[in-house]
């Protein structure tokens, strides 16, 4: 069993910044990636950034040059540092971990997630 523990979020003014955190914990399981997801009222949960253990990482159109995504692979954490944020970026923010080879992202844990609300 894989516990994904968020930490960060809040309410913020547009152009603010805001930072994530998630922890994994657990026994039997091996992770090669981690990722943040939002879900903003109303529509899909949308991917906005992974990160694998070997380095690739995606961002979404949207919060590329704004949002940074990093990861501890020793301590199995993975951070989002948000800047320039937009009311548009207000949403609840899912922390991910699963696998990833090449171009094949799978993830199967998710976080509880966090709000996050950009004030305009």
């Known amino acids: 069993q894989v516990r994904l523990a968020e930490s960060g979020g809040g309410l913020v003014q547009a152009g603010g910044s805001l930072g994530l955190s998630c922890a994994a914990s657990?026994?039997?399981?091996?992770?090669?990636?981690m990722g943040w997801y939002r879900q903003a009222p109303g529509k899909q949960r949308e991917m906005v950034a992974r990160?694998?253990?070997?380095?690739?990482?995606n961002y979404t159109e949207s919060v590329k040059d704004r949002f940074t995504i990093s990861k501890d692979n020793a301590k199995n954490t993975v951070y989002l540092q948000m800047n320039s944020l937009k009311p548009e970026d207000t949403a609840v923010y899912y922390c991910a971990a699963g696998r990833n080879s090449g171009t094949f992202w799978s993830f199967i844990y998710w976080g509880q997630g966090t709000q996050v609300t950009v004030s305009s």
């Open positions: 990160i694998s253990n070997s380095g690739d990482i």
């Open positions: 657990g026994s039997g399981f091996s992770i090669s990636a």
